[in-house]
Antibody
Framework: QVRLVQSGPEVKNPGASVRVSCKASGFSFPSFGFIWVRQAPGQGPEWMGWISASSHATSYARRFQGRVTMTTDTSTSTAFMDLSSLTSDDTGVYFC???????????????WGQGTEVTVSS | QSVLTQPPSASGTPGQRVSISCSGDNSNIGKNLVCWYQQLPGMAPRLLIFRNNQRPSGVADRFSGSKSGTSASLAISGLRSEDEAVYYCAAWDDNLSGPMFGGGTKLTVL
């Protein structure tokens, strides 16, 4: 079964960092890229960036550049998203989704993780 | 944040046909392909339409997409109660250098 399974909910203090994982199964992990998307409460998804599972090339949205790091581990078929210097504005649900191996404007995201809730609060 | 504008809500009765609009500009919809996603409460988005009007396998042909200029539409015919969800349009945005999502339209089946 083709699926992405994400790590569990996180509660963080302002200024801390968070790591969310996304484990793939049922397909060839190195043949794809992965995007990360944030969804704040009551809002639409927001693209954070993309990573190639095989080349580890990345493309980050400008507003997250400097705070986000995306990595992959092909030995465990897992993608990771690290976000640092958290503020309350980072509270939301974070999704990974399967993407193309290269960044392309005609891409569509057909497999999604279940989402990871991140709460930033003191 | 989003520059893809969708009506916040839409509604219809079972069996009806409803249409959801998505308005952008020449940096996104005007020159790039559009996708549509369905999100049920508490769930991840699900790809419904890609490349403006293509359906992935497993998506009912009651769902159809179209694009004209800087706008796109999702039509749902033969409305069912299980279609009650939030629908998002998405398109590559040249200014973002990545995909941009609309604000979402909550569809209520009356």
């Amino acid at each position: 079964q083709v699926r992405l399974v994400q790590s569990g909910p996180e509660v963080k203090n302002p200024g801390a960092s968070v790591r969310v994982s996304c484990k793939a199964s049922g397909f060839s992990f190195p043949s794809f890229g992965f995007i990360w998307v944030r969804q704040a409460p009551g809002q639409g998804p927001e693209w954070m960036g993309w990573i190639s599972a095989s080349s580890h090339a990345t493309s980050y949205a400008r507003r997250f550049q400097g705070r986000v790091t995306m990595t992959t581990d092909t030995s465990t078929s897992t993608a990771f998203m690290d976000l640092s210097s958290l503020t309350s504005d980072d509270t939301g649900v974070y999704f990974c989704a399967r993407a193309s191996l290269t960044v392309r404007p005609d891409d569509a995201f057909d497999i999604w993780g279940q989402g990871t809730e991140v709460t930033v609060s003191s | 944040q989003s520059v893809l504008t969708q009506p916040p809500s839409a509604s219809g009765t079972p069996g009806q046909r409803v249409s959801i609009s998505c308005s952008g500009d020449n940096s996104n919809i005007g020159k790039n392909l559009v996708c549509w996603y369905q999100q049920l409460p508490g769930m991840a988005p699900r790809l419904l339409i890609f490349r403006n009007n293509q359906r992935p396998s497993g998506v009912a042909d009651r769902f159809s997409g179209s694009k004209s200029g800087t706008s796109a539409s999702l039509a749902i015919s033969g409305l069912r109660s299980e279609d009650e969800a939030v629908y998002y349009c998405a398109a590559w945005d040249d200014n973002l250098s990545g995909p941009m999502f609309g604000g979402g339209t909550k569809l209520t089946v009356l």
